[in-house]
Every structure is written in C-alpha cells, then in structure tokens.
C-alpha cells in the first residue's frame, strides 16, 4: 500500500486535500507530520474524517533533521509538502527557518526513501516578488526584487526543490481565499482587510487607496480551486516535473476589486488617493492609524502589484475555469459577518 508522507495538517489547504487523496486511491494510507501545539486539533479534524483509519498522525517538526520524527515511518511514495509560514510580516529568521530548511528536510527525507514516485511541493505566485512583466510558469530567478521575507523565503525554497533534482511537481497558488461555495476560511487576511475595514464603517465609507488602481490586478482564487486543481494535477502523470500557476487568468483590476466589493458589502466608497509609500508610512508609523485600520502595511505592495501571471500549463491540464470573484464575493463576506471570532493569525 502507498504511503503519503503530507506536512501542512491541519492547515487551509491540507485539512480540505488530504481526504481528496485517500479517495482517489483507496490503497493509499496518510502519514502527517503535525506540531504537537497542533496536535489536538490535527486529531479533531482527523477523527472527523471518513479515512481515520488510514490517517496515521505522528508528532515532528519540519525544522528538524528527518522532519523531528522518532517513530518508524513505512516507504513514502509521495511526499506532499504544504507546510510554510504563509504571512506578509514574518522575519527573516523564522522565514529561513520553516521555508527554507524545513523544505530542504523535507526533500531529504523524500530522497532517502527508495520507493519515492514524486515530490508535491506548493509554493506561491509570489516568488515571482515585484517582478515588472509577464512571469511564466518556467520562470524563476527573473533578478526579481522581494517585497517581503516571505516572498524571499518561498522563492529559495522553490529554487531547492528545483535544484534537488527529485521528481517533483510545483503548484504555485495566487492570493486564496474562502471556498467560492460556502465563502468558508480559516484567517481573515488578504483582501478581507479591506472587507473588514468596509463593514466596520456605515454605508459611505472611506478607502485609501495606493497606487493607480486601473492599472494593477489584484489576483484572487478561492481555496476549492487551488485543491481541486491540486487533487487533479496530482494524478496525472504527465504533470511530472511541471510547474503550475494556480492563478486567475484574467483577474480583476484593483478598481474593479473595489467597485466589486463596495457592492457586495453595500457600501458607497469614496476612496482617499495615496502613493505607496504614504500609505505605508501612515500604516507603520503614524499613531492610531494601523489600530483603527487593521491592515498591516505589507499587504499594500499586492495593490499595486506589478506582474502579471501566465497560466498556460494550468489552463491546458486542468480543462476547468477559475471561479470570478465578483460571483463568489457575497459568500466571502457573509462568511466574514457569520464569524467575527476569526482572526489574520497564520499558523506556525
């Protein structure tokens, strides 16, 4: 019986394409690497699950050498890595630390299994970082600059699985949100800054806005595409040593990104013009400003962002469309009012 090796559970994505695998090959059984600060909740969602029983969870640490894992672990045929620090703000440190060298052992521990068939490894769009132009599916060191420690980070450990030789497939996703069915999630970051912010206003609301909204795009897809797009891709063989950019094809520009959620929040904008780099100052440094906003100045770069994704390889292997936001957006923001508990905090 194949075994998975998957890191990442109980996260966003892995909680939701983990059971996708097992009942796509009922032969397979699941081993998860899972934090013990995550352990009981990893049990919850695992116990929830149709295939417990062929979900083995064991208490590791990617950081570590052999993933921090003691117990005996059966040959891995398929190495699916989700896990990283998804957040704007994250140091360098902690950056290197769980992108970085957590990939580098987890590719390790792929490569000392003799039964190894592929490497599933999720990156991001963003290791293209402010690339000015078209970044392709091929492409990766462009001479880009970074925007953040997590574009860096994610864009070196893209670069190791690349130059590990293993086989391997990459799936690099745009900004994800909520499922485009249910609008649920698991953090409020991204956009729903900017939802949250709306609906903390009365109907005429203000809007700062960066940058020259008509010309940069906001690139948006909701979690059911990315593992939808993941469980499918994942199957074929021809997606072997192939990379995909999980990204909307022809997204919204920041104006429409607006216009579309000052509709679904029914709220009339008016929107208050500033450079880049106003609006990070004000965010970072001016009292009062980022404790009444809520939006953390790193988010600003992806509004005015200056590259543009082909999806070429996406497109031709998975034959299905990219949800339109502006169709989904009311469920996301019906999700939001239904769950004031949840906050930005990224797992790690």
Known sequence: MPTLLFTGYPGFLGTELLPRLLRRDPEANAVCVVQPKFAALATERMLASPFASR???????????????????????????????????????????????????VLDFAAASPSLRRVHYVSTCYVSGAYDGVFTENDLEKGQTFNNFYEETKYLAELEVRRRGLPATIYRPAVVVGDSTTGATQKFDGPYFVIQWLLRQPRIALLPVAGRPSR??????????????????????????????LADPEPLTVDETIRAVAVATGRTVIRVPLTKGMAKVALDHVPGVYRLMRIPSAAVDYFVHPTTYDTTNARRDLGQPVPRLRDYLPRLIEFVRAHPEIGSQAMA
């Open 55 to 105: 979900i083995r969870l064991v208490e590791g640490d990617i950081t570590q050498p052999n993933l921090g894992i003691r117990a005996s672990i059966p040959e891995v045929a398929e190495v699916y890595h989700l896990a990283a620090v998804y957040d704007l703000m994250v140091s360098r440190e902690v950056g290197m630390r769980v992108n970085v060298d957590g990939t580098r052992n």
């Open 216 to 245: 940069y795009r906001f690139n948006v897809v909701p979690r059911n595409f990315i593992v939808d797009a993941i469980e499918t891709l994942s199957a074929r063989a021809d997606s072997l040593g192939k990379t995909y950019q």
